[in-house]
């Protein structure tokens, strides 16, 4: 982390999305420290009157505020904003395209745009969540051509992925592989997205990176059943499913869910946030892990005795 600069230098972030799946661990991460001492203040941005807000410390460097904001008051919503941190969902794209609309007629300097997922740039098929997203910044490079602006790429939400949607049958100990069983996937749990981007936001603006690439975690899908079977699950059967034929039937039509096209990616090496893979910036937001330690496939093992999600229903009903 850079020194903590003095309070009139320290910027004003506020955060879209902020009571949501990601967007209230990234609050919660800017509000822990050592990261709050590196702001002014922080705003939660919200389209409801009273959000539920994460606590913030008693010894609180930075003012927590809370603005209400609609489709009509997006400029005044960001007036005296710094870095402005987009996590709004999936099913926001007409509002995440205002909202980059109105930032020419605001002082924003920075701006993270709602990515924080698998690097779709290098993608050889179209998708409908992933090309919304390409398209949202083609537009922020022709509206805020001087913002600068940075993309974070976590490879999979830790918490959310070892489940059936992805081929990982907890309940049943089957976990099913499209294409190699040996390829390296990067997971990242959710509190370190946030602390990332935090850890982001508070350097210096020349310093801050066009990319980013993270794996808070990485394994195989063969290594993560040796995992949960050390952590209680018992027996896991893998097993591998043809890559061309699954990729050729899932990308035959443009979809919006991300599941299945996320499998075939993860056999083609292309969740793999590592030195040998698309790169990794970890280093970058934590050198040595000396800010905080990373999120484990061994702790959520742990945490869920090697059977995450094995109590979902699936497909639901």
């Known amino acids: ?3 903590t600069p003095p309070i009139t230098n320290r910027p004003v972030v506020a955060i879209a999305g902020a009571t949501g799946h990601l967007g209230k661990h990234v609050a919660s991460a800017f509000l822990s420290p050592p990261f709050h001492a590196y702001f002014s203040e ?12 994460p606590p913030a410390p008693e010894d609180m460097g930075a003012m927590l505020t809370v603005r209400k904001y609609d489709e009509d008051n997006l400029a005044a919503a960001l007036e005296g904003v710094d870095v402005l941190v987009n996590t709004i969902g999936a099913s926001g794209h007409a509002f995440k395209e205002k909202l980059l609309r109105a930032l020419p007629s605001t002082g924003v300097q920075v701006y993270f745009p709602s990515e924080f997922g698998v690097d779709h740039y290098i993608h050889d098929f179209s998708h409908g969540e992933w090309d919304q997203k390409k398209r949202h910044f083609g537009l922020a490079g022709q509206l805020i051509p001087q913002v600068k602006v940075c993309r974070v790429f976590c490879g999979l939400f830790l918490e959310d992925s070892i489940g059936p949607w992805f081929g990982f049958d907890t309940k049943r ?50 290594e993560i059943a040796k995992i949960m079977e050390g952590a209680g699950a018992g027996p896991i059967e893998v097993t591998e499913v043809d890559l061309t034929k699954y990729k050729e039937g899932t990308t035959g039509k443009v979809a ?14 292309k969740i793999n946030h590592t030195p040998s893979g698309l790169g990794s910036d970890n280093d970058l937001v934590n050198p040595h892990e000396k800010t905080w330690k990373w999120k484990t496939m061994e702790d959520l093992a742990k945490s869920t005795n090697g059977r995450p999600w094995k109590d979902v229903q699936w497909p639901p009903e």
Do not use: C, W
């Open 42 to 53: 922080i705003i939660l941005l919200s389209r409801h009157d009273n959000p539920p807000v």
């Open 173 to 222: 100990g089957r976990y099913e592989s499209v294409g190699s069983a040996k390829s390296s996937v990067s997971f990242t749990g959710l509190e370190d997205v946030g602390r990332t981007v935090a850890s982001l936001a508070a350097m210096p603006l020349m310093s801050i990176p066009d990319v980013v690439h993270l794996g808070g975690d990485t394994q195989s899908i063969e």
């Open 256 to 269: 919006n869910d991300p599941a299945r096209y996320l499998r075939f990616l993860m056999g083609e090496n």
């Open 1 to 3: 982390m850079p020194s």
